[in-house]
């Protein structure tokens, strides 16, 4: 397991006193973390969630997940934002989850009667089970999902419908863990010192990644090492601390995108997960970096232009996958219709290789720094690793900016509004001026 940070096109951007006051700030915010003296201080547990988490119910997870691996075809995942995203960032990067195993279906995260529809006919007569995900337990959309698969569940099963609902929520709060209490169904826990969007290795993103077929050990082992690292590595040598340096030193630069970009499509998912921790941790108080993301080279036949030609305003940071598995290799074709035999006897990995660095150059030509970020190869060690080096760079970056990375206050607005909309009780002043607005 490796992770390297590559800033050969992006220190050239900054003189050496601009580099040497981030460096500081990174390091005092890195400190401020470790210190818990912050703000959000109250949210700091994923810190040292690598080593320090419960083993009962480390245990229980995969005693579940072998459970539903012998009783189901499905596990339906409900949950939005950090109570889905990093199990399927997790599901859609490993290997091991492409087995052919449980297959996870992710419900709750949209408002969509056709998305749940599409659900409900892929799973058809075959058996299922529920985990439904929410820390507030009192969150709109996977509330609605959970009535509708909860209902299903219940005609199909009867009274063992509960057997195959597992409650992921809060220990002891909330409208979900009464219903779990009331109805029996097995809980797992998001600690009250882990918020949403940090949760990816507790029982939020374990569960479903367990069923899905992946290696959870081996997982928290990846983050158990990197957490090692970038806790003690000196500056210079500590890539997660330089990464969160870079940002703010770019973003004081006037680049107020980044981009992330990688060669690999079992990453968009993660990419996913990136964003909502980098939005919702730092985009507030009118500051902060948005975070966006590409998958190439498909994308370079569209936001490929834009990057290499538009307003000059992004940087971007690609996570390359080293050792892609492959043995792909171009077939010679006698006559060569295509013009494709410069290329016959290659590896498709070493053709992807060759666009990842001439876009790299073309790239830093047109006026976007780019930070490479190297990983040796999808497996569980090296997702952990990445999941804590994007975490601990988030609240270091978060820390510099001068924002709490741990609240999300802009959340609310629409949620408010929605119930209002919806004839939530209590919201009827709000409903009225929101109805005169749309008339
Ligand atoms: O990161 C966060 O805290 C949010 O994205 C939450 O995960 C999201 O709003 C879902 O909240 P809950 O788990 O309470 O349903």
């Known amino acids: 397991m490796s992770l390297n940070l590559n800033d050969k096109f992006v220190k050239g951007c900054f003189d050496a006193k601009t580099a040497a006051e981030y460096a500081e700030k990174a390091k005092k915010a890195l400190a401020t973390t470790l210190a818990g003296t912050g703000e959000g201080s109250d949210f700091l547990g994923w810190v040292t969630l690598p080593e320090d988490y419960d083993k009962e119910e480390f245990a229980r997870i995969k005693k579940a997940a072998a459970k539903i691996k012998s009783d189901s075809k499905y596990l339906v995942v409900i949950g939005i934002g950090g109570s889905y995203l990093g199990a399927r960032s997790a599901i859609d990067f490993l ?33 299922f089970s529920v985990n439904v995900i929410s820390k507030s337990g009192t969150t709109t959309e996977p509330a609605v999902a959970f009535r509708i698969f909860k209902g299903l569940l219940e005609k199909k099963y009867g009274a063992k419908a509960s057997e195959r609902i597992y409650a992921t929520t809060d220990k002891a709060r909330g409208t979900l863990k009464e219903l779990a209490n009331k109805e029996g169904y097995e809980s797992f826990v998001v600690p009250d010192n882990i918020g949403g969007r940090y949760s990816v290795l507790t029982a939020v993103g374990l569960l479903p990644i367990a069923v899905a077929g992946a290696d959870i050990d081996a997982i928290m082992k990846g983050a158990a090492t990197a957490r090692k690292d970038y806790t ?89 996958v080293k050792n892609a598995a492959s043995g792909l290799k171009v077939p010679f074709v006698e006559d060569n219709g295509d013009g494709l035999n410069f290329l016959a006897g290659k590896d498709v990995n070493e053709i992807n290789e060759k666009a990842h660095l001439g876009t ?26 990445l999941v804590y080096f994007f975490e601990l760079a988030c609240a270091v970056s978060g820390y510099t900016l001068g924002v709490n990375p741990f609240n999300q206050p802009g959340v609310e607005d629409y949620k408010k509004n929605m119930f209002a909309l919806m004839g939530k009780k209590g919201y009827e002043d709000r409903a009225a001026i929101l109805t005169a607005r749309l008339k």
């Open 95 to 127: 290997p091991a989850c492409k087995k052919g195993g449980v297959k996870v279906l992710f419900a709750g995260n949209n408002l969509s009667a056709e998305y749940i529809n599409d659900i409900i006919e892929e799973i058809g007569d075959d058996d």
């Open 232 to 320: 003690s590595l000196p500056f210079e040598k500590n890539d997660c601390l330089r990464y969160a340096a870079y940002r703010n030193m770019l973003l004081g630069a006037g680049k107020q995108i980044e981009v992330l970009s990688s060669f690999e499509p079992s990453l968009c998912s993660f990419a996913e997960w990136f964003k909502q921790l980098y939005g919702e941790s730092e985009g507030k108080d009118k500051k902060g970096i948005f975070p966006a993301s590409v998958s190439f080279t498909t994308d370079l036949h569209s936001l490929g232009q834009y990057i290499q030609d538009g307003v000059r305003f992004l940087f971007e940071t690609v996570i390359w």
């Open 360 to 385: 790299v150059l073309a790239h830093v030509d047109g006026g976007v720094p780019n930070i490479i970020i190297t990983i040796d190869k999808r497996d569980e060690e090296n997702y952990g690793r």
